[in-house]
């Protein structure tokens, strides 16, 4: 019942996170309210689902705490099913009230900005994501940061990530976020940059978070 709680926990936070943030996308033109949305609502959920799972909403953070042995194999993985399952939800929905939409659902593409790129999209996400997954082992992990301004930590984190790269790759940080609103279009043009990306940027973040934290 426990281990349930926390996979339902990641399917709630994953979900309102990929639906806020693509929402945000289609219904506003400003970069400003497109971060503050993904970023608020990242704050939210570690303050309310951290103590039931570590709120991780993100296959990224999940797999490098995996590498880490801070979460262990089987629950990560099924951490990473139902996180998938909670984006799949929010793109659909987004796709029920909004099925017009010009950004096929607020997915995470390559920009004009980098003529479409899809290497140095690679680049900019695992950049991006880097400093997710730095602030997230040292707010959240090592304990090292008062529990009380981790979400604010964490949150703050992701939307200045969005204001620096959004423009560029869409700032997705996040497999899930983009893997969302690409199953509800049918558009998974290189979406392997969002897996990748993500998932070294994260990697490599903690371990330097471990460095800094003095941790072997």
């Known amino acids: 019942m426990v281990l349930l709680r926390r996979f339902l926990a990641e399917l709630v936070g994953t979900f309102l996170l990929v639906f806020v943030g693509s929402m945000a996308v289609d ?7 497109v971060a503050l949305a993904h970023g608020l609502t990242l704050m939210a959920m570690v303050y309310v689902i951290g103590p039931v ?16 042995r801070k979460v262990r ?32 659902y607020g ?15 690679l680049l900019v996400e ?27 930590v964490i949150g703050l984190t992701l939307a200045g990530a969005i204001l620096a790269v959004g423009p560029l790759t869409g700032a997705s ?18 979406h392997w940059v969002y897996w990748i990306g993500p998932t070294v940027g994260a990697l490599v973040g903690m371990a330097a978070a471990r460095t800094v934290a003095g941790e072997k």
């Open 107 to 121: 997915l995470t593409l390559p920009g004009g900005a980098i003529n479409g790129d899809e290497g140095v999209a």
């Open 53 to 68: 799972s570590g709120c991780h909403i993100n296959p990224a953070i999940t797999v490098s705490l995996m590498v880490f």
């Open 126 to 152: 695992a950049v991006a994501t880097f400093s997710l997954g730095f602030a997230v082992y040292m707010a959240a992990v090592s304990g090292r940061v008062n529990d009380a301004v981790s979400g604010l």
């Open 173 to 190: 940080l996040n497999p899930a976020r983009t893997f969302g609103p690409a199953l509800a279009s049918g558009n998974f043009t290189a």
């Open 27 to 33: 219904s506003s033109s400003s970069l400003v309210e």
């Open 73 to 104: 194999a089987v629950e990560g993985l099924a951490y990473i099913v139902f996180q998938l399952l909670g984006a799949s939800l929010a793109g659909f929905l987004h796709a029920v009230i909004l099925p017009e939409s010009g950004t096929f």
